[in-house]
């Protein structure tokens, strides 16, 4: 390991390595160099809870490489799962909003917009939301989410489609019961309308991936589209917020 990263290498392979190997955790310190932490399962359990499942492997593997000396700043995520890793503030939100959101015996449809890893239409087929339709404009991504639906059984409830934003329809399309879109707060302004237009009347719109100083411009721009701001979660420098649509009151002229 000592000469590999003396020789120009970048990040070291994986975080578990080093619980096994104290003489390579000692010079993967040493050299601070940065450590993945990969997430996989060669035999798919469909029983299995995608998401605490996730959350508890990364938790200890962040544990094993910080008592092994590695810096917390070197420690990053496979760039197959760019999102919900554990460690990007916003990965808890959305999974506990799926189910809280969730209603025993009803059919109820989600929507994810900007997949990544597709965690949470995984999360969301578990929890027995259909249909689940998720879509990334990143090849890789959709490549990605694809390969881990059919790790985890669910490839034929969830398949991720490569797509922009931009093609949602902004009045007279599909609607959903809930919809996630986690994305960069310019797509999250730009392009509200289509994402609002894809909730249903009664649905759950829940937005992620937002910087706290951005937040309050979000929140303006869905409250003109009829919605109000109903939970939030600050994390570090990031915040998600849920949403659903300000039902009007009808009176009576009688």
Not at 54 to 77: M, T
Not at 122 to 135: D, E, I, N, Q, R
Request: charged fraction near 25%; include cysteine; aromatic fraction near 6%.
């Amino acid at each position: 390991a000592a000469w590999a990263l003396e020789a120009g290498a970048a990040i070291v392979n994986d975080v578990w390595g080093l619980q096994r190997d104290a003489d390579l955790a000692r010079v993967v310190a040493e050299h601070d160099a940065p450590v993945v932490i990969m997430h996989n399962r060669a035999k798919p359990d469909p029983a299995l809870n995608i998401m605490g499942d996730i959350e508890a492997f990364f938790a200890r593997s962040l544990e094993i490489a910080e008592r092994a000396g590695i810096r917390r700043e070197n420690i990053v995520p496979d760039p197959g799962l760019s999102f919900g890793t554990g460690q990007h503030a916003t990965t808890a939100f959305c999974p506990h909003q799926l189910a809280a959101g969730r209603v025993k015996d009803r059919r109820q449809s989600f929507l994810d917009i900007g997949t990544g890893s597709g965690l949470l239409a995984l999360a969301a087929a578990k929890l027995g939301y259909s249909p689940v339709l998720a879509f990334d404009y990143d090849p890789e991504s959709v490549r990605v989410s694809r390969a881990n639906a059919a790790d985890n059984g669910v490839a034929k409830i969830v398949r991720p489609v490569r797509k922009n934003v931009t093609s949602l329809p902004v009045r007279g399309g599909r609607t959903h019961d809930v919809v996630c879109a986690n994305l960069i707060y310019d797509l999250l302004v730009a392009e509200s309308k289509r994402i609002a237009a894809a909730v249903n009347p009664s649905g759950r719109l829940v937005l992620a991936g937002i910087l706290t100083s951005q937040f309050s411009r979000v929140v303006r721009a869905y409250k003109k589209l009829g919605f109000r701001l109903v939970q939030s979660r600050v994390g570090k420098e990031w915040k998600s917020g849920l949403f659903t649509r300000v039902q009007r009151r009808v009176t009576s002229t009688a």
